[in-house]
């Protein structure tokens, strides 16, 4: 079993509605990230979380330590948002990042 | 300030043969990681280098080596390719090594090994 599973796989969304991707992880971990990696291969570090909740414009992240999840949500989702996003964590032993299989977000107009 | 850089962006080689990519963190980033990424296996952890050193190995064979230099540059080679290693190679760097600074990736080097 991988240490950070994300769920969906894929997911498609018409345009304005909320999307929310889900990481659990079974490690002890110093922080987690959530990445956005576009068509093409560029990959933009869009959150670090060690406790909490985050927000940046439309984008939301959360994160439960106890239960060892987070979740990424985006509001009022728009073609623009069309990317594979990654959670990856930081084990409590060791400073190098373990990925989440990333889930592949569609954004229809 | 200029992004992370990686030469070259594209690279074609056949098995047996060596390979070497390369890397330019953003001016004052001292630590730079390297990652491979496959359809397969998804995104995974190569090494990390900081002020010269390796601070981190993943679990890659021996034929996957770096060095950084004095300017926080990086290397990555990879010797004796096999087919396998065929992936997107990607590298991020951050001020200092803290787990909780932002990673700043580059835009990757797409390696096809024939």
């Known amino acids: 079993k991988n240490e950070v599973e994300q769920s969906p796989q894929n997911l498609t969304a018409q345009e304005g509605e909320f999307i929310t991707i889900n990481c659990s992880y079974s490690v002890g971990i110093s922080a987690l990230h959530w990445l956005q990696q576009h068509p093409g291969g560029g990959i933009v570090s869009l959150f670090m979380?060690?406790?909490g909740k985050k927000k940046h414009g439309r984008l939301i992240a959360t994160i439960n330590i106890q239960e060892k999840h987070s979740s990424l949500h985006i509001t009022a989702s728009h073609p623009r948002d069309s990317a594979v996003y990654i959670c990856?964590?930081?084990?409590?032993?060791?400073?190098?990042?373990?990925f989440g299989g990333g889930t592949r977000v569609l954004v229809k107009p | 300030k200029a992004g992370v850089t990686q030469t070259p962006r594209y690279l074609i080689k056949t098995r047996g043969q060596q390979v070497t990519l390369s890397c330019s963190p953003i001016?004052?980033?001292?630590?730079v990681s390297w990652y491979q990424q496959t359809p397969g296996q998804g995104l995974q952890f190569l090494f990390e280098y900081f002020s010269e050193t390796q601070r981190n190995k993943g679990n890659f064979p021996g034929r996957f080596s770096g060095r950084q230099f004095s300017n926080s540059r990086s290397e990555m080679n990879v010797s004796t390719l096999e087919l396998g290693d065929s992936a997107l190679y990607l590298c991020?760097?951050?001020?200092?090594?803290?787990?909780?600074?932002?990673?700043?990736f580059g835009p990757g080097t797409r390696l096809l090994v024939l």
């Open positions: 001016s004052g980033h001292r630590s």
């Open positions: 991020a760097s951050r001020r200092l090594a803290g787990e909780q600074e932002t990673q700043y």
């Open positions: 990856a964590v930081y084990k409590a032993a060791g400073n190098k990042l373990t």
């Open positions: 979380l060690s406790s």
